[in-house]
C-alpha cells in the first residue's frame, strides 16, 4: 500500500536494518517484548516503524515510537512521513507544548514523558498495538520507568488476549540490564543485532589533551577545511554556547561574504547572506565587531505580549490583598496534571576534563590558505534550535560549499546527517562513516579515552537527584518506590532522603502501618500539585502557594531566576568602575522594608524584570552589559519563565498569566508574603545567626560577624559578601546553596521570621 518514491526506497535499502526486515517482524509477531541493538545509522529509527506499518501493527491502532529528546521526535516522525509518502495527519509526533496528532494518524512519535503522562489516564495503552522505545541506551529517566511500567502492562494486555508489543531499541549492545533482569522479564526477551558501521572511519587522537578542547576543535576544523579533500565536518561540543561559539568563529574565518563570486548560483549567495544574518541572531556578547542588540527569541509577538500585559497589571490593581499570611492549605486550585518534560534540553551534562599542555602537533592556522579556501556552509545543531533550523543540516549544502555542523551530542546518537565524512571532536566515531568513510578526529590522547571515558554511560536515575522522580512516580500512585522493576534501581539511600526532603515540604506524608514500613509515604494534595510544575520540589512548592495572592508572576520570575547558575556577575570579575557602579545597582534593585527583607531574589526579580523591559526595546545585550548580568544565564531564565508561564496557564483555567515587561516591584506586604514563600519551598534550609555569647572567649568575635549555624552542619557557614543582607545580617534566614571555598558559604539569603518557623518549617524550631 506504500509507495515510496524511488530515491526514498534506494536510500532505504542501503540501511543495514533494511536486511533484516524479515527477522525483525517476525521476532515481534512471535515474542511479547524483542530488543534490536544496532550502531546508530544503521536504521532502526527510521525502519522499524515503518516494517510494522506494512505487517498491519498500524491497522486500527497505533504504532507508538518514544524518544528521550524533543528534537528526535519532530525531525524523525518528519523523515519516515516522507520516506513512506504519506501525510503529516498519518505520520505525527507529540511532545508537550506541541504536535501534530490526528484522529488518523497511525504512527506516533512522542517524547518519553508524553507516554508516561498517557500511562496515568489509559494504564493499559489501549490506543496501541505495539510501543518502541528508542535510543534505550540513553538510559533516560522516563525511559527507564517506561521500560519498569511496560514490563507489567504487556503480561496484561496478554492475558486480555489483546497483546502489546514492547520494542526496545538501543544503539549499544549494552542490554544486559534489560535482558537479564528477570524482575523485569520472566522470559529472557530475544535480541536482534544488526550489523553495524557501512564505511570504514580511521580515528585519529591527539598525542596530548589539552584543557581548551573548545578552541581546539576550532583549530582542527580549519586544518581539515584548509587542507583535506571534500566531505562534511561534524563537531561535537559539550554545550549551546560553545556552539555558538565556535559557528561565529569558523563563520568569521571563512567568510562567504567576500567570497559571493566563488557561489555559483544566485540562491546560493543569498542563503549565504542568511547565514551571515543567522550568525548574528547567535552572537555571544564579547564579540566586539558586532554591535547588533539581537534579544534572541520570539520578538514577533511582542505587540500581543504588551497587550496582555497592560491587561494584567490592570487587574493587578485591582486586587486587593486579604490574609496577612500564606495560606499553607489552599493550592487546590492547581489541579495535579503532570510535567514530564525535561526543561532546559538535556544536552550538556556531559564534561571533559582533561589534564596538561599544549598540543605540540603544527597548530598554527594558516591565515592564507584560510582566505582562499572554499566557502564552508556553517550550521549549528542544538536542542534548542527551532526545528526548520535543525532541518537544515539535512539539506545540502549551497554549491561549492563543504558543510560543517557544529553540534552538541544531540547528534550524537539520535540523528544522522547525510554526508558527513570527518567528525572532529570529542565524541563518538559512530557519527562518522555513516554514509561515506570517515574520519575521527579525539581531541584527548588515547590515554585519556581509555582511562577516563567510562565505555557506556551511567543511567539517568543513577546520577540525578531522585526526589523529582520519587514525587512523579508517587503521583502515579507507585508507593513502594524501592519494589519498582527498574532496569537499575536508583541508591537506596538517596531515596530515604528524598524521601524525608518531600516530606518536610508537605509533599509526601507518612502513613504508617507498622514500624517497618518506611518507603511508604504517600502523596499529598500539595504534592501533587507541586509535581504539575516542571522545577524542582522546592521551586514547585513555591509556585503552588503563591497562586492564593496573585503572587505567581513574582513567583515564575523568582523561581525561573534561581534555577538558572551564575545571573549577576561577582565582584572579583568586574573592573572598579563597573564593580561600584553595579554594586550600587543591586542595592537600589534591593529596596527597603520587606522587598530588602526577601534579599538576594528580590535582586533577581529586579534584574530580571529590568532585562525583560530592556529585551522588549530590543536592547537586551546592552543593558546585561551595563549592569553586570550574564546575557547567556538571562536569555536561559527568560525561556525558563515562557514555559513555566504557559505550564501554569494550562493548568489553570482563565489566568492568562503572561511575562510582563512593564512588571512593578512588589510592594511591600506582597514582598512580605514572598519571603513567606521562599520559606515554604527552603524549609529544610533555615540558618541561625551565631550570637556573640555562643562564641568561645579565645576566637576572634570579627571572623564570626556573618557566621550562621545550620541545621545539618557542625561547622557555621558565613554569609557570603554577595548577598545584598550581608550588611544587616538578619538573625533567621534560609538560603538557597551552601558552596565551599575556603569557608562554606551561603548564597541566596532570604531573612525570615522566627515567628514563621512553627508554621513553615515545623521539623527545624529546635534551631532555636
Ligand atoms: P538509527 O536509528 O539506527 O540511528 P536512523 O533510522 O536514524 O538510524 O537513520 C537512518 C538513515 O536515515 C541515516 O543514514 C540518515 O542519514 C537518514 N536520515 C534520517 N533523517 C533524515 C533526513 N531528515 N533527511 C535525510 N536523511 C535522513
Ligand atoms: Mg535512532
Redesign the pocket.
Known amino acids: 500500500i506504500l509507495e515510496r518514491k524511488p530515491e526514498i526506497q534506494a ?1 532505504r535499502l ?2 543495514p ?1 533494511v536486511a533484516e526486515e524479515q527477522v525483525i517482524v517476525e521476532a515481534i509477531n512471535e515474542n511479547p517484548v524483542v530488543i534490536i541493538t ?11 516503524p515503518q516494517f510494522l506499518y506494512e505487517a498491519g501493527y498500524a491497522k486500527d491502532r497505533l504504532i507508538g515510537i518514544t524518544e528521550p529528546r524533543r528534537v ?1 521526535a519532530i ?2 516522525s ?2 519516515v512521513t ?2 513512506m509518502n504519506l501525510t503529516e495527519r498519518e505520520v505525527s509526533y507529540l511532545i508537550r507544548f506541541e504536535g501534530n496528532v490526528t484522529s488518523e494518524t497511525r504512527v506516533k512519535f512522542m517524547t518519553d514523558g508524553v507516554l508516561l503522562k498517557e500511562i496515568q489516564s489509559d494504564f493499559l495503552l489501549t490506543k496501541y498495538s505495539v510501543i518502541i522505545l ?2 534505550a541506551h540513553e538510559r533516560s529517566v522516563y525511559t527507564d520507568i517506561l521500560i519498569g511500567l511496560l514490563s507489567r502492562i504487556v503480561p496484561l494486555r496478554n492475558k486480555r488476549k489483546d497483546p502489546l508489543k514492547l520494542v526496545i ?1 538501543s ?1 549499544t549492545l549494552r542490554v544486559e540490564e534489560f535482558v537479564e533482569n528477570s524482575k523485569l522479564f520472566k522470559t529472557k526477551p530475544p535480541v536482534l543485532t ?1 550489523e553495524s558501521r557501512q564505511f570504514p572511519v580511521t580515528i585519529h587522537f591527539n598525542k596530548k589533551t589539552s584543557i581548551n578542547y573548545v578552541s581546539d576543535a576550532l583549530k582542527k576544523a580549519i586544518k581539515i577545511h584548509t587542507r583535506l579533500p571534500d566531505g562534511g565536518i561534524l563537531i561535537f561540543l559539550t554545550g549551546q554556547q560553545e556552539v555558538n561559539f565556535i559557528v561565529r568563529k569558523l563563520r568569521k574565518t571563512f567568510s562567504t561574504r567576500n567570497k559571493k563570486k566563488t557561489a555559483n548560483t544566485k540562491e546560493s549567495s543569498q542563503k549565504t547572506d542568511d547565514s551571515l544574518r543567522e550568525t548574528e541572531d547567535t552572537e555571544n556578547k564579547n564579540d566586539n565587531s558586532n554591535e547588533s542588540d539581537n534579544n534572541d527569541d520570539d520578538d514577533d509577538d511582542d505587540d500581543f505580549r504588551c497587550k496582555e500585559a497592560i491587561r494584567y497589571n490592570k487587574l493587578r490593581q485591582k486586587k486587593k490583598i486579604q490574609f496577612p499570611d500564606i495560606n499553607l492549605d489552599d493550592y487546590s486550585v492547581i489541579p495535579a496534571d503532570d510535567t514530564y518534560e525535561d526543561l532546559i534540553g538535556a544536552e550538556d551534562d556531559e564534561e571533559v576534563q582533561l589534564d596538561e599542555d599544549e598540543d605540540e602537533d603544527d597548530d598554527m592556522v594558516d591565515l592564507k590558505a584560510c582566505v582562499n579556501a572554499q566557502p564552508l556552509w556553517v550550521l549549528p545543531l542544538y536542542s534548542l534550535l527551532p526545528s526548520h533550523k535543525q ?1 537544515r543540516v ?2 545540502p549544502p549551497p554549491e561549492g560549499h563543504r558543510l560543517c555542523v557544529v553540534a552538541t551530542n544531540v547528534a550524537e ?6 554526508n558527513i565524512n570527518k567528525a572532529s571532536a570529542n565524541q563518538r566515531a559512530g557519527r562518522a562513516g ?2 561515506g568513510p570517515g574520519h575521527c578526529y579525539r581531541l584527548y590522547s588515547s590515554a585519556v579515552f581509555n582511562d577516563q571515558f567510562e565505555q557506556f554511560s551511567q543511567s539517568e536515575i543513577q546520577r540525578k537527584p531522585v526526589d523529582d522522580l520519587l514525587l512523579q512516580m508517587k503521583v502515579m500512585n507507585i508507593d513502594k518506590v524501592v519494589n519498582f522493576p527498574f532496569p537499575t534501581p536508583p541508591d537506596i539511600v538517596q531515596l530515604q532522603m528524598a524521601e524525608k526532603r518531600l516530606t518536610i515540604l508537605g509533599a509526601l506524608q507518612q502513613f504508617r502501618f507498622n514500624k517497618e514500613s518506611s518507603y511508604n509515604a504517600k502523596v499529598t494534595p500539595l504534592g501533587r500539585s507541586i509535581a504539575a510544575f516542571p522545577v524542582a520540589p522546592r521551586y514547585g512548592k513555591m509556585l503552588a502557594l503563591s497562586h492564593q495572592h496573585y503572587l505567581l508572576e513574582y513567583t515564575v520570575c523568582m523561581v525561573a531566576a534561581l534555577s538558572v547558575q551564575e545571573v549577576l556577575m561577582e565582584a572579583f570579575e568586574m573592573d572598579g568602575n563597573s564593580r561600584n557602579k553595579w554594586l550600587r545597582m543591586r542595592r537600589f534593585w534591593a529596596g527597603t522594608g520587606n522587598n530588602l527583607l526577601l534579599g538576594d531574589p528580590m535582586v533577581l526579580i529586579r534584574a530580571i524584570g529590568g532585562a525583560e523591559y530592556a529585551g522588549a526595546k530590543g536592547k537586551l545585550l546592552r543593558f546585561c552589559e551595563e549592569h553586570g548580568l550574564r546575557h547567556k544565564a538571562v536569555v536561559e531564565i527568560r525561556k525558563l519563565r515562557q514555559q513555566l508561564t504557559n505550564e501554569i496557564n494550562l493548568n489553570i483555567q482563565n489566568l492568562n498569566l503572561v511575562i510582563n515587561p512593564e512588571m512593578k516591584p512588589p510592594i511591600d506586604t506582597e514582598a512580605k508574603l514572598l519571603r513567606q514563600i521562599v520559606l515554604a519551598g527552603m524549609a529544610d534550609q533555615v540558618a541561625r545567626k551565631v550570637m556573640p555569647d555562643e562564641v568561645n572567649e579565645d576566637q576572634d568575635k570579627a571572623k564570626w560577624k556573618y557566621a550562621y549555624k545550620t541545621t545539618d552542619m557542625e561547622d557555621p557557614v558565613f554569609m557570603h559578601s554577595s548577598c545584598v543582607l550581608r550588611k544587616t545580617c538578619p538573625e533567621w534566614v534560609v538560603y538557597q546553596e551552601i558552596y565551599e571555598t575556603n569557608k562554606m558559604y551561603m548564597r541566596g539569603v532570604t531573612a525570615i521570621e522566627p515567628e514563621w518557623l512553627p508554621k513553615f518549617a515545623p521539623s527545624l524550631c529546635h534551631l532555636g
Open positions: 536510500a542501503k540501511l536494518v544496532g550502531e546508530t545509522g544503521s536504521g532502526k529509527t527510521t525502519q522499524v528526535a525531525s524523525m518528519k523523515r516522507e520516506e528508542d535510543e531499541m544503539a544488526v532541518a539535512f539539506e546518537t539520535s540523528l544522522t546527517i547525510p555513516r554514509t
